[in-house]
């Protein structure tokens, strides 16, 4: 496609439900992001893939927050048991460099997810 | 860790002045620095990437400056428009070089 794309735009669920979350990236692009924005704060980075692989996971908040890559394409952001406090936008971005966070990072619209 | 602080939550200006943005961080200095875009509901979008060897860099009506010894960036928009309104992020590598580290940003509104 010609953008990053993300689904669903927007996820409601009940406390303690698991819910999945789906990035599309770029073609071709090699490295994908997943960030947190919660209301009134700054983006979060959660965890950067290379490829399949998850060199840098430091941004999982807690064992709750798992992500996968397949195919060195889409990417699912898993989280379980989720709290109130998960509520947020979680970004992904895709960039076409091999090494990481110097190269500009295309954005999808992100998923609103609400945890009632 | 790496903070950066983005020293105006809001910033409203009018129609036709410039629009000075402060980026400050702490800790190390980066190889790069970044400012993008975000409108309401959306994700962010890039606009810029300055290099720690680059003094300034331009496009159309955006400036921006990094300055390695007082650990700070500068972003303008010249002859402001209705249209810049949108919050502005400043990102920096993290020292693993594996992701971005946002501002918070500044929302812009410039008044007509």
């Known amino acids: 496609g010609a953008g990053v794309s993300q689904s669903p735009s927007n996820k409601v669920t009940e406390k303690g439900k698991d819910v999945e979350l789906r990035c599309d990236p770029i073609?071709?692009?090699?490295?994908l992001y997943w960030y947190r924005q919660s209301l009134g704060q700054g983006l979060e980075f959660l965890i950067y893939?290379?490829?399949?692989?998850?060199?840098?996971k430091s941004g999982l908040p807690s064992d709750r927050f798992s992500a996968e890559r397949t195919g060195g394409s889409v990417s699912t952001l898993t989280i379980q048991r989720t709290q109130q406090e998960d509520s947020a936008v979680y970004l992904c971005?895709?960039?076409?460099?091999?090494?990481?966070?110097?190269?500009?990072?295309?954005f999808g619209p992100g998923t609103r997810l609400t945890v009632l | 860790s790496q903070k950066i602080e983005q020293n105006s939550e809001a910033l409203n200006i009018q129609e036709g002045k410039t629009a000075t943005l402060t980026c400050n961080y702490t800790?190390?200095?980066?190889?790069?620095l970044q400012w993008y875009r975000q409108d309401p509901g959306r994700g962010p979008v890039f606009l810029l990437l300055?290099?720690?060897?680059?003094k300034e860099k331009r496009k159309e009506r955006l400036k921006v400056t990094f300055d390695t010894t007082l650990k700070q960036s500068l972003f303008h928009i010249t002859a402001s428009q209705p249209a810049d309104s949108a919050t502005y992020l400043c990102?920096?590598?993290?020292?693993?070089?594996?992701?971005?580290?946002f501002g918070k940003g500044t929302t812009l509104s410039v008044s007509s």
């Open positions: 990102a920096l590598s993290n020292q693993a070089g594996t992701a971005l580290i």
């Open positions: 073609s071709g692009h090699t490295a």
């Open positions: 800790n190390y200095s980066p190889a790069y």
């Open positions: 893939f290379q490829g399949n692989s998850a060199p840098d």
């Open positions: 971005a895709s960039s076409g460099l091999t090494r990481g966070s110097t190269d500009t990072q295309y």
């Open positions: 300055i290099r720690e060897n680059e």
